[in-house]
């Protein structure tokens, strides 16, 4: 009769420490688990903030250069058109900083670049810029649209590129998906560049403002 109340009270105290060690697992499991989701949520929010920081760094060179477009006139001719390129993909634009310069902003693999060269009196085009050693403004998981507006007396129209116009673009804007989560609001960077009447630049001249260059 002892003989099987011991072996009944062995058989219960091992049943007791399976069960703690199971128990012990699970809660060792959950810990661990615990500690992977921390260490990935944090790791998202880094990387989110990184995206972000980089995203602010890029908007503002681009807003710098697309607020400083000048109106320089390709020819001598009554209407001629301006020395801007707009598409979806791309903007081409003159500087009217202090060293003036023929910029080119391209989407080019993934990517958002910008090229720069020096400003000749003689430039009318965008085709050496273009072909120039490119910088990255953004990169990352995102698809760029550019668009461009015109502000009538029915609105602002819209279009999907601009060139060989007499006019500058009123409005100009990026728009900015991201490719993970094409759903999401695009973020959008509008910008109304604010210009001085066109300038003439033939070559061999420099380059003078002032309303009779129109």
């Not at 949520?41 to 990387?47: D, L, Q, W």
């Not at 009554?78 to 598409?87: C, K, R, V």
């Not at 085709?127 to 953004?138: F, G, N, Y």
Request: aromatic content about 8%.
């Amino acid at each position: 009769m002892r003989k099987e109340r011991k072996s009944s009270e062995g058989g219960f105290a091992m049943l007791e420490a399976l069960v703690v060690l199971l128990l012990s697992a699970l809660v060792f499991q959950a810990l661990l688990l615990s500690a992977y989701l921390v260490t990935r949520s944090s790791a998202a929010a880094s990387r989110d903030a990184g995206n972000i920081e980089r995203l602010a760094t890029g908007l503002t060179a681009l807003r710098r250069d697309l607020s400083e477009v000048a109106a320089i006139k390709t020819s001598e001719q009554a209407g001629a058109p301006l020395l801007f390129y707009g598409s979806e993909t791309a903007v081409g634009l003159a500087t009217g900083s202090a060293s003036d310069q023929l910029v080119w902003i391209s989407v080019r693999s993934g990517a958002l670049v910008r090229s720069a060269l020096a400003r000749f009196p003689s430039a009318t085009s965008f085709e050496k810029v273009s072909a120039a050693p490119p910088t990255a403004l953004l990169q990352g998981a995102w698809d760029y649209r550019f668009s461009f507006a015109e502000n009538t007396r029915k609105g602002f129209v819209w279009s999907n590129s601009w060139s060989d116009r007499p006019t500058l673009p009123d409005v100009i804007r990026l728009q900015i998906w991201s490719k993970s989560d094409s759903r999401r609001a695009p973020l959008t960077l509008v910008v109304s560049p604010h210009v001085d009447p066109p300038r003439l630049c033939p070559e061999g001249a420099s380059c003078e403002g002032g309303p009779d260059a129109t």
